[in-house]
Structure formats: structure tokens, C-alpha cells
């Protein structure tokens, strides 16, 4: 079983649409959590962290479950330039490595006109 | 904007040359990691070191050696390049109190 799972994807979508991504983790012990957004061919990029008590930015709003170790990311309203591979990102801690981080594998998301 | 850079951008050379490739961050970080990503494919720690000579390596087995003689420099070193080395290589930092990751732009290398 993989450290963290994502949706398989690709999801397109059309514009405007509201899409969610789901995201699990194996480690209990996991304390920070993040979703990162990479476009194609270009380095991933921080999209926003996730706090216990859920947090929104903008159209994106990220939720956590402690209980079930489960992450999600909702967009409302999609835009073409939210087309992307979104990353689902805990860090796992382990002996001596305390701050790496486990990147899932991403849900690739476009967003059609 | 991050201040982590990489160079070069792209590199196609031919099998058996020795390659570093470059990676500084501006930033004061701590810590730095190298991850290798295959096309369409997920991020695979390669390297990472937590402070200057301190080196470890990552999830993933790789050919691949790193030094870290300056906080704020993290260079990558393949002694005889194969094509199963053909990938794209990302460098990323963090802060002493953070786990967030900066990224540069990373390498993409092609080994003919």
C-alpha cells in the first residue's frame, strides 16, 4: 500500500464545475499536511496547507480527517487555469527525518471550455 | 517567489560523461532535497541533507552522489551517465521551523 493515495484521476471537467479530490495516508503519526499544484513540465508549487480545522482560500477549500487519514481539496467555480496535477502531500515521520515529506502520486485535473 | 535555482535548465548528453547538476537557494535554508520525476509520474526523494555535511540518501536508490559544503548549495553528481538516468531532477529547500518545501525549476536530462 502506498504511503499516501490519491484519486487515480484524470478528472475534466467543465468550466465553472465544482470538483473534489480525495487523499489518504498511511501514518498515523503524520502532523502537517499539504496540497501542491504542479503544471506540466514545471516544478510542483504550494497550493495551500491543511489545518485540522479545515481551511479555505479563495475557491479552494481543504479539509482534514484525522480519525480516517483522509485530505481533501474542493474547487468551486473551475477555471481553465486550474487545469494541473494537484499533489497530496503529508509528512511521514520516520528515525532522524523528521521533516520529509511524502508526495502522492496527483490527480490530474482539466478544465474544459 | 522562491529563491532556489537550478542549472542548467536542460541537458542532453552522451553516455558514460560525468554531470553535476547545480542547484543554490537564497533563502538561509537548512535543508535541501533532490527528488528525480519521470514524465506523468510521481516524485521520488533521491537525496536530502538537513544541514552543511550532512547527506543522506532518499527513498529511492540512486547512482547519483551529493555534497553539501555550503548551507546554500546542494549540487548533484552522476559519474558516468546511463540512459536510465534520462529524467527530470528537482532540487527543493525548507526552513528550520517549517515543513513546507520550495521548489526550483529542476534539470530535465536526456542520456543518449
Known amino acids: 500500500r502506498k504511503e499516501v493515495e490519491q484519486d487515480p484521476g484524470p478528472f475534466n471537467v467543465p468550466e465553472g464545475a465544482t470538483v473534489a479530490f480525495n487523499c489518504t495516508y ?6 502537517s499536511f499539504f496540497w501542491y499544484r504542479q503544471d506540466c513540465r514545471k516544478e510542483p508549487k504550494l497550493l495551500m496547507s491543511v489545518y485540522s480545522s479545515g481551511n479555505e482560500d479563495g475557491r479552494f477549500t481543504a479539509q482534514l480527517n484525522r480519525a480516517s487519514q483522509y485530505i ?3 474547487i468551486r467555480d ?3 487555469s486550474d487545469s494541473a496535477t494537484y499533489l497530496c502531500v503529508v509528512n511521514m515521520p520516520t528515525s532522524g527525518s523528521a521533516r520529509q515529506l511524502t508526495f502522492g502520486s496527483g490527480t490530474q485535473l482539466t478544465v474544459l471550455p | 517567489e522562491a529563491d532556489i535555482y537550478q542549472t542548467p535548465r536542460y541537458l542532453v548528453i552522451g553516455t558514460g560523461k560525468k554531470i553535476t547538476l547545480e542547484c543554490s537557494q537564497t533563502m538561509g535554508h537548512d535543508k535541501m532535497y533532490w527528488y528525480q520525476q519521470d514524465p506523468g509520474m510521481e516524485l521520488h526523494l533521491i ?3 538537513y544541514g ?4 543522506e540518501k532518499g527513498d529511492l536508490s540512486s547512482e547519483s552522489t551529493v555534497s553539501r559544503i555550503r548551507t546554500e548549495h546542494f549540487p548533484l553528481t552522476l559519474e558516468s551517465a546511463r540512459p536510465s538516468h534520462t529524467s527530470q531532477y528537482l532540487c527543493a529547500s525548507s526552513g528550520r521551523l517549517a515543513y513546507e518545501q520550495f521548489f526550483g525549476p529542476g534539470t530535465r536530462l536526456t542520456v543518449l
Do not use: D, E, F, R
Open chain 2, 52 to 55: 552543511v555535511n550532512s547527506t
Open chain 2, 47 to 49: 537525496h536530502y541533507s
Open chain 1, 26 to 31: 498511511s501514518n498515523s503519526a503524520s502532523q
Open chain 1, 78 to 80: 473551475s477555471k481553465l
Open chain 1, 72 to 74: 481533501s481539496l474542493l
